[in-house]
């Protein structure tokens, strides 16, 4: 990963055109906010959508919309047709094996949900163990909570540095014979901490532990492959990889799929049902009941072919340059400190200033027409670690520029002199 | 900067929030709860001391934004010498100011009118009510956590 100074030389450049063009796609960046063009930097939360995914939403509803896997005329089949589609589109952005490992659910924080409800409480009994880091976002704390609640498990914590980076050793040494599955964060939301999952995941197979990697801040801004990686689950959301909210993506080998009950009940994941007994359909089908959520997952498929288009690395290496910028740019702003110096980072920009509280600059900022984060980023345990209640966080997307950067370094000045 | 900023960020309250009053733990405290944000974090205990049914003594500790510390701040100085009946009234006249349908300002209200502005700002208003919801919950039962939410 590219680190700040090396850089920095070319710092008085533009961001490229051809990553400037892009924001053109992206109808909502047109307007203004306050009066002041709209600077969106809250990327981690959920990034802006194309035209191509809006308008795919669109046709979807007014030319396409029938329910799926069920009627016989023509209409259903194109929605199946488009459904699946999605799917496969998904398969290859993840380089999945086999389409039938990839798994629509409402976002990361269901895939997660899902993984604690159907492995967990058929693998995890009183006593075993799920070792998870202290950056988790909550959504992959408070599942194994509820786990624990339900089982008797143990949730086991790997602690962190005070940079933010996730201690190796420590990792290893809590990994034993009563653990049973590891779910860590790919990229820590709160501070952009890129983990070393190839490696954790080699320590966990040692030990014949699976592995969920929650990728809900990696799949937009990294290329992942998860055949590479070789983690047994994966989950992102749509909202946060430009496409719709509503929609997410659980991967998981087929193998282990298979060997996991349902996670709800209900139409499209039986084959057969009696009073007596029901059937359940094979995977992914079997994790999908109800009438999913077609036009997201058309959307989602839509994004993906936008990205592919862009190409990962190309949107990584503009992100790592935007965060190189900005993280030089702040050290010139008296009394600010990045809260998250770890080697290797996505484009978070987690930051605290002496004297103005998250929220305040939150506020002024908005005034300023820029977005950006304040608050405890729904990891509060991470933040009680780093001593902190708060930061402010800008987070990077790709049609994000040097001259939005610019912006609100100046607007970070203008906090500070009225808060010192 | 824009008016309504200026109106939110007022000289007084940018001057509670770096030299909050009455910020200081109270040993000998009659009342006390705690006030928790669960949205942003914000925490703050109240202290007070009661004396022939009057808050004699107003006092405050925690962590929050300059609104939330500034409001507290001034709402400690309001505060003192108020009967209980007083205090729920300035409390209800408080929330009408930020909260309420209409713009209106009690009368009693002093120097706590610079935070009329906050009125403007949707996702602010509970860090200017947290420490009256805590006093609040300080006065009716003693010991108890007041939530935002």
């Given at each position: 990963?590219k680190?700040?100074n090396e850089?920095?030389a070319v710092?008085?450049?533009?961001?490229?055109p051809?990553?400037?063009?892009r924001?053109?796609?992206?109808?909502i960046l047109?307007q203004r906010?306050?009066?002041?063009?709209?600077?969106?930097?809250?990327?981690?939360?959920?990034?802006?959508?194309?035209?191509?995914?809006?308008?795919?939403?669109?046709?979807?509803?007014?030319?396409?919309n029938?329910?799926?896997?069920?009627g016989v005329?023509?209409m259903s089949?194109?929605?199946t047709?488009a459904?699946?589609?999605?799917?496969?589109k998904?398969?290859?952005?993840?380089?999945a094996?086999d389409?039938?490992?990839?798994?629509?659910v409402?976002g990361?924080?269901?895939?997660?949900n899902?993984v604690?409800?159907t492995f967990?409480r058929?693998?995890?009994?009183?006593?075993?163990?799920?070792?998870?880091?202290a950056?988790?976002?909550h959504s992959?704390?408070?599942?194994w909570?509820?786990?624990?609640?339900?089982t008797?498990a143990?949730?086991?914590?790997?602690p962190v540095?005070?940079?933010?980076?996730l201690?190796?050793?420590e990792?290893?040494?809590l990994l034993n014979?009563?653990?049973r599955?590891?779910?860590?964060?790919?990229v820590s939301?709160?501070?952009?901490?890129?983990?070393p999952?190839?490696?954790?995941i080699?320590?966990?197979h040692l030990?014949?532990?699976?592995?969920?990697?929650?990728?809900?801040?990696?799949a937009p801004?990294m290329?992942?492959?998860?055949q590479?990686?070789d983690c047994?689950?994966?989950a992102f959301?749509?909202h946060?990889?430009?496409?719709?909210t509503?929609?997410g993506?659980?991967?998981?080998?087929a193998?282990?799929?298979?060997?996991m009950?349902p996670y709800?009940?209900?139409?499209?994941m039986?084959?057969?049902?009696?009073f007596?007994k029901t059937?359940?359909?094979a995977?992914p089908y079997?994790?999908e009941a109800?009438t999913p959520?077609i036009a997201?997952a058309?959307?989602?498929?839509v994004a993906?072919?936008y990205?592919?288009e862009i190409?990962?690395?190309?949107?990584a290496?503009?992100e790592h340059?935007l965060?190189?910028y900005?993280?030089?740019a702040v050290r010139?702003?008296?009394?600010?400190r990045?809260?998250?110096?770890?080697r290797e980072?996505?484009g978070?920009l987690?930051?605290?200033?002496?004297?103005?509280?998250?929220?305040d600059?939150?506020?002024?900022l908005d005034?300023?027409?820029i977005a950006?984060?304040?608050g405890?980023?729904?990891?509060?345990?991470?933040m009680e670690?780093?001593?902190?209640p708060?930061?402010?966080?800008?987070s990077?997307g790709?049609?994000n520029?040097?001259e939005e950067v610019?912006a609100?370094?100046?607007?970070?000045?203008?906090v500070?002199?009225?808060?010192? | 900067m824009?008016?309504?900023?200026r109106d939110?960020?007022?000289?007084?309250i940018?001057?509670h929030?770096?030299?909050?009053?009455?910020?200081?733990?109270?040993?000998?405290?009659?009342?006390q709860a705690?006030?928790?944000n669960?949205l942003c974090?914000?925490?703050v205990?109240?202290?007070v001391?009661?004396e022939?049914?009057?808050?004699r003594?107003?006092?405050?500790v925690?962590?929050?934004?300059?609104?939330s510390t500034?409001?507290?701040?001034?709402m400690?100085?309001?505060l003192?010498?108020?009967t209980?009946?007083e205090a729920?009234?300035?409390?209800?006249?408080f929330?009408?100011m930020?909260?309420?349908?209409?713009?209106?300002?009690?009368?009693?209200?002093?120097?706590?009118?610079?935070?009329?502005?906050?009125?403007?700002?949707?996702?602010?208003?509970?860090?200017?009510?947290l420490?009256w919801?805590?006093?609040?919950?300080?006065l009716?039962h003693?010991?108890?956590?007041a939530s935002?939410e």
């Amino acid at each position: 990963m590219k680190r700040g100074n090396e850089l920095f030389a070319v710092s008085g450049d533009p961001t490229p055109p051809d990553m400037a063009r892009r924001r053109s796609d992206f109808p909502i960046l047109k307007q203004r906010v306050h009066g002041k063009p709209l600077v969106y930097l809250d990327n981690a939360s959920t990034t802006q959508k194309p035209r191509s995914v809006i308008e795919a939403i669109t046709r979807y509803y007014e030319t396409g919309n029938a329910n799926v896997h069920r009627g016989v005329h023509v209409m259903s089949e194109r929605a199946t047709q488009a459904y699946e589609e999605a799917r496969s589109k998904v398969a290859r952005f993840l380089h999945a094996r086999d389409d039938r490992e990839i798994i629509f659910v409402r976002g990361a924080t269901e895939a997660i949900n899902l993984v604690a409800q159907t492995f967990g409480r058929t693998r995890l009994g009183s006593g075993d163990e799920v070792l998870i880091t202290a950056m988790e976002h909550h959504s992959n704390i408070v599942p194994w909570q509820m786990l624990r609640e339900q089982t008797g498990a143990v949730m086991k914590v790997a602690p962190v540095t005070d940079a933010g980076e996730l201690d190796l050793a420590e990792y290893a040494r809590l990994l034993n014979r009563r653990t049973r599955l590891v779910s860590v964060t790919h990229v820590s939301n709160a501070l952009g901490t890129v983990n070393p999952v190839r490696e954790m995941i080699e320590m966990a197979h040692l030990r014949d532990i699976p592995v969920l990697v929650d990728g809900a801040q990696a799949a937009p801004h990294m290329k992942v492959d998860v055949q590479s990686l070789d983690c047994d689950f994966y989950a992102f959301s749509g909202h946060k990889t430009y496409g719709p909210t509503g929609i997410g993506v659980l991967y998981g080998k087929a193998a282990l799929l298979d060997a996991m009950p349902p996670y709800q009940g209900g139409g499209d994941m039986i084959l057969q049902v009696s009073f007596e007994k029901t059937l359940y359909n094979a995977i992914p089908y079997k994790f999908e009941a109800g009438t999913p959520d077609i036009a997201g997952a058309i959307g989602l498929g839509v994004a993906i072919e936008y990205l592919e288009e862009i190409g990962m690395d190309a949107i990584a290496a503009h992100e790592h340059e935007l965060l190189a910028y900005a993280t030089e740019a702040v050290r010139g702003v008296p009394g600010i400190r990045i809260v998250g110096t770890a080697r290797e980072k996505a484009g978070v920009l987690s930051f605290v200033l002496d004297g103005a509280h998250p929220h305040d600059i939150g506020t002024i900022l908005d005034h300023e027409g820029i977005a950006i984060r304040a608050g405890h980023h729904c990891a509060m345990p991470l933040m009680e670690r780093l001593g902190l209640p708060a930061t402010a966080r800008a987070s990077f997307g790709l049609y994000n520029t040097r001259e939005e950067v610019d912006a609100l370094v100046g607007a970070i000045k203008k906090v500070r002199e009225m808060f010192s | 900067m824009t008016t309504d900023l200026r109106d939110l960020y007022q000289e007084v309250i940018l001057d509670h929030n770096k030299r909050p009053r009455n910020f200081r733990a109270m040993e000998d405290a009659d009342r006390q709860a705690d006030g928790h944000n669960p949205l942003c974090g914000d925490k703050v205990t109240v202290y007070v001391k009661m004396e022939d049914g009057i808050l004699r003594d107003v006092s405050f500790v925690g962590s929050g934004c300059a609104i939330s510390t500034a409001s507290a701040s001034l709402m400690t100085e309001l505060l003192k010498g108020k009967t209980e009946g007083e205090a729920r009234a300035l409390f209800q006249g408080f929330r009408d100011m930020v909260a309420g349908p209409a713009p209106s300002v009690h009368a009693g209200l002093g120097k706590l009118k610079v935070l009329a502005g906050v009125r403007e700002f949707p996702a602010r208003i509970k860090c200017a009510t947290l420490a009256w919801h805590t006093v609040k919950t300080a006065l009716e039962h003693s010991g108890g956590t007041a939530s935002t939410e």
